[in-house]
Structures are given as C-alpha cells and as structure tokens.
C-alpha cells in the first residue's frame, strides 16, 4: 500500500510549539516513526508538510496517482478549508485525518473541522500515537 501523509500548517514547529500541549518531539521524530511502522506494515510512504493551502492541494492533486490512501493533519485547515476539503472529495483518496491533540477538547473554534466528513476515520488526541493509529487502519482498508 502506498500512503501518503501530509502535515500542514505549523506542524514544522513541532517541539517548540507549545511542548505542554504537543509534546517535545520533532517532526523530523514523528516522521522517522511514521516512516518505521508504515515499513513494518510493509507500506511505502510519501511524507510532506506545508503551510500553505494551495501547496497542500497541489501535493494532493500530484500525488493522488501513486497513492492508496491519505493521512492529512490539516493543523488549522481543519476548521475552515474547504478547499483541501473539496480536493480530498475530488481525489477519492480514501482519507484519515489525524490530529496530536483532541480538538474536541480544545477552543470551541478547534470542535469543528470540514475535513472530517470526507475522511474514513479520524484519530485525536493520542500524540504520535493517533498517526500510527492511522497507518494501522490503513491496513484494513487494504
């Protein structure tokens, strides 16, 4: 299975951003841990983080080919991006949105996300851990 995962918007801060809430770890850590278990599920994976809206859409759109399925943190796309939303649609991907803290018990704004109801599934709140949950769903969609 090919999966690719994208980061979004300040995810690159990841281990200076408020480590109380996201934790101490690196993306470039995340990543290595992503890219270990998507090998141990016997997956490839093609990892990307942007800031930008229109560069996350364009990752979608030229990727879309190669892959079997999405993992999108869309950071605070999430709550309003319709854009990455339609392109998610569009694609067919089948989606997992995945975040490092529960939005539901964050700031009334984080409750909502766009994003959602055009993923499969959606893991919160678990750290690193609701990223590889993710990969582990993926291989039940095999």
Not at 40 to 45: C, E, H, N, S
Not at 81 to 101: F, N
Request: proline share 4%; hydrophobic share 45%; charged share 20%.
């Amino acid at each position: 299975m090919n999966v690719l995962m994208i980061h979004g918007p300040n995810l690159h801060l990841l281990g200076r951003r408020k480590p109380e809430l996201y934790g101490k770890a690196t993306l470039a850590r995340l990543n290595t841990d992503l890219r270990r278990h998507a090998a141990a599920l016997g997956f490839k994976i093609r990892i990307f983080q942007s800031n930008c809206e229109g560069k996350i859409i364009d990752l979608l759109t030229a990727n879309a080919a190669w892959a079997d399925a999405l993992i999108i943190n869309p950071g605070a796309y999430t709550h309003y991006s319709y854009a990455i939303r339609d392109a998610i649609e569009a694609l067919q991907l089948p989606a997992i949105e995945v975040h490092l803290t529960d939005i539901m018990k964050r700031e009334p704004f984080r409750r909502v996300s766009v994003i959602k109801p055009v993923c499969l599934a959606q893991f919160k709140g678990d750290g690193a851990g609701s990223y590889l949950k993710a990969l582990d769903y993926c291989a039940s969609i095999k």
